[in-house]
Each structure stands twice: as structure tokens, then as C-alpha cells.
């Protein structure tokens, strides 16, 4: 298994561990932030910059942000190995005179484009420089150059020996040249010889890309196995020539005779009858001299071949090896026959993406673009078992094959694969420029990026998520500048956010490397849940307290948010996962319920006493049997009591609760009910008590009990009487009550 794999299969078993790990560490309490250990202390790999943030508020929803910014580093003791292959088209075209479509970098004179390439790989900031002359890098680079010639074949049948050689339209120009000596940075004498080597190349012949890549395996399974391997892969054309495969076949054509028999006519004298034998008759043949036999005259194979042209009639014919005569006829004519082409031998017309018209191509498959599909297939069947972390073409002045270059790249296995269109010196210049950053960027960068946010019981996700992908998470990556490129860049990122148990996941691409002080976040949305408001409610409108005893702001978002992943890519690379410090918090509020009382009529007592009852059930609808607010429910309910004017509230009772308040039945009272909002000056009124109410926000309610008495006397029956004659007649009941009392005590002393 290649080590792109093995990060692939790593990276795989991480994001299914990391959901475990993180609920393991929070249920043995590793979850707070000083039971880590820093990167820093643990093996002195880089930490690139990281937070968590929070938006937003409990009505209008809080929005949750982590964020990783890319860095280059070097990794104290360590330097990563880069192992990088270029393979640089040598075609005609790139040195022809009439290909003066370039100029050169220093000058701006109009040069070939071989010219203007080997100085931009040769000169000051070049491929070479940026990749031997790095201190930090322990480098190599190799140099293979392709071209294309037909092999000469004549009339189409096989070449000798001497006309061609196998797999020979690419050669090695360097081999491996390394910028160390064990432990001796050799920069500039590495840099010497690969600028000598390419500066030496030369340009003849067609194109044959099949040949280079094939010749860049080759090198590569030379290169070291704990290194970082790059294929840069030049072309300024379309390929014209492909190797045979051991399929490839052509056609060659012989004489053939093919013969027919016919029984020997009767009345015809039979030469094996008449004891002529055809040793005595084929050794005194003679040309013009015919022995004839009624018109038939026999004649052997042999004489029969040679005078062909002038007799193809019937005649006797010697059976081979038998001795013995045949009466027939022997028909000539060419027949074709295919064999195969020596593997490696080079076919195609030199011009065009095929083959040459006369040469056929095995059975499915069509010779326009034979060039171009043997090249493709070079990279999976040479190439991709090498476990390329970076392959990137490069088109050399305006007709290069664009579609051709781009698609050899969908056919590799490569970490990063990327086209650059070098159509002019600034152009081709900057592909290189890029390619180097590319390749040192995943030498000391952050690669295999995983953020992992495991959300607290305090919160629930608001984003929207389809099949496990939170389609309602936001993206957002701006470069060293601050400005959004996130359209362009995460076509490569490959930034992606899925949802597992309470876990919210952020995958970058396999192999993407962090750009330097470019910053990628993940957005999601969360809101309170129902834990966060019932705890609010049981510390009666507070969020508790610390270790230390001091006051908590609020309730943490987070358990343990995580960010995994691979400073440099190679053998020695090890995967990290840190923790973000920061633990944002949410905050909440809580219900809000007065209860007022009234009392009125005539004949109400406004000294009474009213006894009322609040049932409170949880959000599943479920009596609630606990203390919140300061008001402790058992089986759902508390019981009190309120007089004329008096007012109870009920403060920091759960938000999402359902709540009714109810006044026992007392006789002589009609009991009206006000239910609604503080804010509701329009409150409906009811003789029943208000339906459970739900609150589902922060505004108080408030509900207003009347009891309105009228004169109702013992017997049940409702007196009609005008207030001011029944005070009269009370005060009167009252003095002969005095009078009767006052009679009883002058009876007694007598």
C-alpha cells in the first residue's frame, strides 16, 4: 500500500474514531482543555493557528464558527523528502526555428520554446533553485526527456535489429541529484547539475508522451519510499507517436496456391495407369516440350509455379509426398496475414493523434487517438502504484493539447493534479512559480485536515441536514488578503460538513494541503435546547457555578471540538489532533407568570381566601416532579393561595413547558379568567381556566382571576332587593337582636 493510501485509509479510521474518542473524554472528564497536551510538547510539530467562535442569540438562533489557518513551518530535527521527476518534451517543435513564439525571460528577444523553458527552470527563483537550493527540503529531482520517431518498416514487416530498439523514444537525461550529503546541504552543487542536464536537451523528432511517462516510472522506482513523489509533465503538442503493446499487429502478404480437385474425365488417358511416374516425368520437363494426352498434358507443382501466368488450365498434378497423380487445378493469389509488433516498438504517423492508415489496431479499438489512450493508460498501468502526492502538466505555448494534458490527469491517482496553460514566457514562468509553491506547500504545510465540534446537551442543531450532510452549514475561505475565494479554492479543498450522533464534522480533500495564511471556516447553525432551559430554570435563573464557586456566564455550545491533522506528507508525518481552547457559551431566559387576583360584588367578602392550583407539565407532556424557579411541583402541580388585590410571580420557570392555573370553586362567586401576554391589553375572558398555555418565548403571561359575589341568601335564593332597603333592614334585624338580648338580662336578676 502506497503511503497516499495509507494516509486515505488513516484518515478513514479517524473520522470514525474521533466521535468515540471525544465521548469517551467527556465521560471520563478528559474533555477540559488542560488535560492535553500541546503538539508543541508532545513532538514539536507545528500547530496551525485555530478557533471557535459564536454569533448571534437565543431568539434569532446562535451561529457556531471554526476556523484553521493554513502556515508553513519547518518541524524542528525533521526536514520532509521531496522526490520530483520532470519529463520535458523534446519534440521538434520545441527547438524549431519557426516556433518563435516565445521570448526570453531576462532579454524579451523572441527564442524557441525550449530556449525560454530551460531558463525558467534554470534561472534565479527556478524549479531547480526553489526545490535543491531549500535548506528545509531534503530533495532530489530527475530529468526525463521524450520525443518520437517510426521505426523504419519497409513494407510493413517487422524491423531488424538494427532499425530500432525497444521502448527508446525517452531517455533519462539526470538521474536522482540530491541536496544532501548525509547530513551536508549540497544546494548549489545539485543545482548546477540539473540546470546542466536540462540545458543540454535538445529538440528533434514527434511526440511520444507514452514514452516519457513510461520512462518517469522507471525513475520513480528508484525514488526513496519515505518521500513525497511529483511528476511534472511537459508538452507543447499533441502526441503523434505510442508504443506497440503486444497487440498491435500488421499485415504481411504471400503467394498462395490453393488446389481443386475434379475426377479425371473417362477416355482420359490416366499417367498413373499408363505407369508414368512422376519422379521419371519431373526430372525431364522441359519448357515448351508438353507430353500430351488427349489435351491434357501432366505437369508438376513446381513446373505448374513457374509458368503460372501463362497456364492456368486443367491438368495432372503430382500429389506431395505420395508419388502419385491428380487430375485438378491449382488457383494463385495473395492472402494476408497478421503478426505482431514487438512490444515496445514505435508506431504511429508522426502528424496526428493515430496510427498510420495502413497499420490496423487491435479489435475495439479505434486508431483516431490511439496516441492519446496509450499515454492515458501509461499512468495506471506505470504510474499510479507509486502513490504520486502531486501531478501537474504543463501546456507549452498555444497549441498545446489542452483537452489531452487536462485528461491524462482524471486517469492518476495523484493527491493533487493541476493543468497550467503556458502559452507565453509570463505564463509558463507562472505554472512553474505555482507548481513549486504546490510542492513546498505540501512538504511543510497542514494537510488531511478533519474538524471535528461535539455538540454539549445545550444545544441543537439548526441547520438543515440531508442523508447525514449538513446541507445548511456555511463555507467560507479567504486568502492571505482577506478576500473570499471560496468558489475557486474549494473546488480543490473539497470543504465538506457531515452530521453523526451529536457530532458536527468539517472533511477537507484526501492529500489537500492548507495554502499559507489562507483561513477556512465551517459555519452551522444551533439553538438552546430543552436541557439548557430546564437547568436554567432549576438554578432559578442562573447558569451555576464553577469549581471555584464563582458564577457561570453562560451554558458551553461545545464538549470537545477537535482539529486533526498532517504537518508535511511522508512516512515521518505523524497525524496530530489538538483542541480548539475556546468553549463559547450560549445564554438563555426563562418564563415569566403572574397570577393576579380580584375579588368584587356587593356581597363578596374581600377578606377571602383563594385557593389555586398551577400545573406544570415538561415539553413531552409529562407532570413535572422537581423544583424550578424556587417552586418545587410534585406530580405536576403547586398549590397557593391569593387574596382581593393580591399578586404571585412565578419567575424563571421553563421556557417550551406547558402551564394552567386553576382556582378551586367557591360558592356564591362567578369566576372569570384573563389569560394572555403582559403586553396583551386585549386578553380574552373566560369563566373557565385557560386551556394549557405553552410558552415558546420569553414574554411574561399573566393571568387575572375574578370573583364577582352577588346577594345570594341561604336559601340559594338571589335577593332582588335595592341595596339601600337591605342595609335598612340589616341594621334593624341587628338593634332588635340588642333589644331581646338586653330583656333575657332583667329576667335574670328577678
Known amino acids: 500500500?502506497?503511503?497516499?493510501?495509507?494516509?486515505?485509509?488513516?484518515?478513514?479510521?479517524?473520522?470514525?474514531?474521533?466521535?468515540?474518542?471525544?465521548?469517551?473524554?467527556?465521560?471520563?472528564?478528559?474533555?477540559?482543555?488542560?488535560?492535553?497536551?500541546?503538539?508543541?510538547?508532545?513532538?514539536?510539530?507545528?500547530?496551525?493557528?485555530?478557533?471557535?467562535?459564536?454569533?448571534?442569540?437565543?431568539?434569532?438562533?446562535?451561529?457556531?464558527?471554526?476556523?484553521?489557518k493554513g502556515q508553513k513551518e519547518t518541524i524542528p530535527g525533521q526536514k520532509p523528502k521531496v522526490d520530483v521527476v520532470l519529463v520535458v518534451d523534446q519534440s521538434g517543435s520545441m527547438d524549431n526555428n519557426d516556433s518563435y513564439d516565445m521570448t526570453d525571460p531576462d532579454t524579451g528577444a523572441k527564442v524557441t520554446r525550449m530556449a525560454a523553458l530551460k531558463k525558467i527552470v534554470t534561472g534565479k527563483n527556478g524549479l531547480s533553485q526553489t526545490i535543491l537550493g531549500n535548506e528545509n527540503l531534503d530533495a532530489q529531482i530527475a530529468v526525463v526527456a521524450y520525443s518520437g520517431s517510426e521505426d523504419a518498416y519497409g513494407d510493413l514487416q517487422p524491423p531488424s535489429s538494427n532499425e530500432d530498439t525497444a521502448y527508446n523514444d525517452a531517455v533519462t537525461i539526470s538521474n536522482w541529484v540530491g541536496n544532501y550529503s548525509g547530513s551536508s546541504f549540497t544546494g548549489e552543487s545539485a543545482?548546477?547539475?540539473?540546470?546542466?542536464?536540462?540545458?543540454?536537451?535538445?529538440?528533434?523528432?514527434?511526440?511520444?508522451?507514452?514514452?516519457?511517462?513510461?520512462?518517469?516510472?522507471?525513475?520513480?522506482?528508484?525514488?526513496?519510499?519515505?518521500?513525497?513523489?511529483?511528476?511534472?509533465?511537459l508538452s507543447d503538442g499533441t502526441p503523434t507517436y505510442y508504443y506497440a503493446n503486444g497487440e498491435d499487429y500488421y499485415p504481411t502478404t504471400n503467394w498462395s496456391l490453393s488446389f481443386t480437385e475434379q475426377e479425371i474425365p473417362e477416355g482420359t488417358l490416366n499417367p498413373n495407369e499408363e505407369g508414368i511416374t512422376v519422379e521419371q516425368y519431373g526430372t525431364d520437363v522441359?519448357?515448351?516440350?508438353?507430353?500430351?494426352?488427349?489435351?491434357?498434358?501432366?505437369?508438376?507443382?513446381?513446373?505448374?509455379?513457374?509458368?503460372?501466368?501463362?497456364?492456368?488450365?486443367?491438368?495432372?498434378?503430382?500429389?506431395?509426398?505420395?508419388?502419385?497423380?491428380?487430375?485438378?487445378?491449382?488457383?494463385?493469389?495473395?492472402?494476408?496475414?497478421?503478426?505482431?509488433?514487438?512490444?515496445?516498438?514505435?508506431?504511429?504517423?508522426g502528424n496526428s493523434d493515430t496510427t498510420a492508415s495502413e497499420i490496423p489496431v487491435p479489435e475495439g479499438e479505434d486508431y483516431n487517438g490511439i496516441c492519446s489512450k496509450r499515454a492515458n493508460e501509461a499512468v495506471g498501468t506505470y504510474l499510479n502504484g507509486y502513490g504520486l502526492d502531486g501531478f501537474y502538466t504543463v501546456g507549452v505555448a498555444g497549441n498545446a493539447n489542452e483537452t489531452f494534458l487536462k485528461g491524462l490527469l482524471t486517469y492518476s491517482n495523484a493527491?493533487?493534479?493541476?493543468?497550467?496553460?503556458?502559452?507565453?514566457?509570463?505564463?509558463?514562468?507562472?505554472?512553474?512559480t505555482e507548481i513549486s509553491n504546490s510542492i513546498m506547500d505540501r512538504s511543510l504545510t497542514v494537510s488531511n485536515v478533519t474538524i471535528t465540534d461535539s455538540l454539549s446537551d445545550y444545544v441543537n442543531l439548526s441547520s438543515s441536514v440531508v442523508d447525514g450532510t449538513v446541507t445548511g452549514a456555511t463555507i467560507l475561505i479567504t486568502d492571505a488578503n482577506g478576500i473570499d475565494v471560496t468558489s475557486t479554492e474549494n473546488a480543490q479543498a473539497g470543504m465538506s460538513v457531515s452530521f453523526s450522533g451529536n457530532n458536527v464534522i468539517c472533511d477537507f480533500n484526501d492529500g489537500y494541503s492548507l495554502k499559507e495564511n489562507y483561513t477556512y471556516s465551517v459555519s452551522f447553525g444551533v439553538t438552546p435546547s430543552q436541557k439548557a432551559y430546564t437547568e436554567f430554570s432549576k438554578n432559578n435563573g442562573s447558569y451555576g457555578v464553577d469549581?471555584?464557586?464563582?458564577?457561570?456566564?453562560?451554558?458551553?455550545?461545545?464538549?470537545?471540538?477537535?482539529?486533526?491533522?498532517?504537518?508535511?506528507?511522508?512516512?515521518?508525518?505523524?497525524?496530530?489532533?489538538?483542541?480548539?481552547?475556546?468553549?463559547?457559551?450560549?445564554?438563555?431566559?426563562?418564563?415569566?407568570?403572574?397570577?393576579?387576583?380580584?375579588v368584587k360584588g356587593a356581597y363578596a367578602n374581600v377578606n377571602d381566601e383563594f385557593k389555586f392550583t398551577l400545573t406544570l407539565k415538561d415539553e413531552e407532556g409529562n407532570p413535572v416532579n422537581d423544583t424550578l424557579g424556587g417552586i418545587k411541583f410534585v406530580d405536576g402541580k403547586y398549590e397557593f393561595t391569593l387574596k382581593?388585590?393580591?399578586?404571585?410571580?412565578?419567575?424563571?420557570?421553563?421556557?417550551?413547558?406547558?402551564?394552567?392555573?386553576?382556582?378551586?370553586?367557591?360558592?356564591?362567586?362567578?369566576?372569570?379568567?384573563?389569560?394572555?401576554?403582559?403586553?396583551?391589553?386585549?386578553?380574552?375572558s373566560s369563566t373557565v381556566p385557560s386551556d394549557t398555555f405553552t410558552y415558546g418565548n420569553k414574554d411574561g403571561v399573566s393571568v387575572t382571576v375574578t370573583n364577582t359575589a352577588e346577594a345570594v341568601p341561604l336559601t340559594g335564593i338571589t335577593d332582588n332587593t335595592p341595596k339601600g332597603l337591605g342595609l335598612i333592614g340589616s341594621i334593624v334585624v341587628e338593634i332588635a337582636a340588642i333589644a331581646f338580648v338586653l330583656k333575657k338580662k332583667r329576667q335574670l336578676k328577678m
Open 644 to 684: 382581593d388585590n393580591e399578586k404571585v410571580e412565578f419567575n424563571n420557570l421553563p421556557r417550551n413547558y406547558s402551564y394552567k392555573v386553576e382556582e378551586d370553586s367557591y360558592d356564591g362567586y362567578e369566576t372569570t379568567y384573563l389569560t394572555g401576554t403582559e403586553s396583551d391589553s386585549n386578553k380574552p
Open 415 to 432: 493527491g493533487i493534479k493541476a493543468y497550467y496553460k503556458g502559452t507565453n514566457t509570463a505564463s509558463l514562468k507562472n505554472a512553474f
Open 1 to 68: 500500500m502506497g503511503l497516499k493510501e495509507r494516509r486515505r485509509s488513516m484518515k478513514r479510521l479517524l473520522k470514525t474514531l474521533i466521535p468515540c474518542l471525544v465521548a469517551c473524554f467527556m465521560v471520563i472528564g478528559l474533555c477540559h482543555t488542560s488535560s492535553f497536551t500541546s503538539a508543541e510538547e508532545s513532538s514539536n510539530t507545528p500547530v496551525p493557528a485555530h478557533e471557535k467562535s459564536i454569533s448571534g442569540d437565543e431568539e434569532n438562533g446562535y451561529t457556531l464558527t471554526l476556523n484553521v
Open 286 to 349: 522441359i519448357y515448351g516440350k508438353h507430353i500430351v494426352w488427349e489435351g491434357l498434358r501432366p505437369v508438376t507443382k513446381t513446373e505448374w509455379y513457374s509458368i503460372r501466368q501463362r497456364d492456368t488450365g486443367w491438368h495432372y498434378f503430382e500429389e506431395e509426398g505420395v508419388g502419385v497423380w491428380k487430375y485438378g487445378k491449382y488457383s494463385q493469389g495473395w492472402v494476408t496475414t497478421e503478426e505482431k509488433y514487438d512490444e515496445g516498438i514505435t508506431l504511429g504517423n
Open 191 to 233: 543545482v548546477s547539475s540539473i540546470n546542466a542536464s536540462v540545458n543540454g536537451i535538445d529538440g528533434d523528432g514527434g511526440t511520444n508522451c507514452e514514452a516519457g511517462l513510461i520512462k518517469a516510472s522507471e525513475v520513480f522506482s528508484t525514488s526513496r519510499s519515505d518521500a513525497q513523489k511529483y511528476l511534472i509533465f
Open 547 to 598: 469549581e471555584s464557586e464563582n458564577a457561570l456566564t453562560g451554558f458551553e455550545s461545545n464538549g470537545l471540538a477537535t482539529l486533526t491533522y498532517t504537518y508535511g506528507d511522508s512516512e515521518s508525518s505523524e497525524t496530530k489532533t489538538v483542541p480548539y481552547e475556546q468553549k463559547p457559551e450560549i445564554q438563555v431566559s426563562a418564563n415569566k407568570l403572574s397570577v393576579t387576583k380580584e
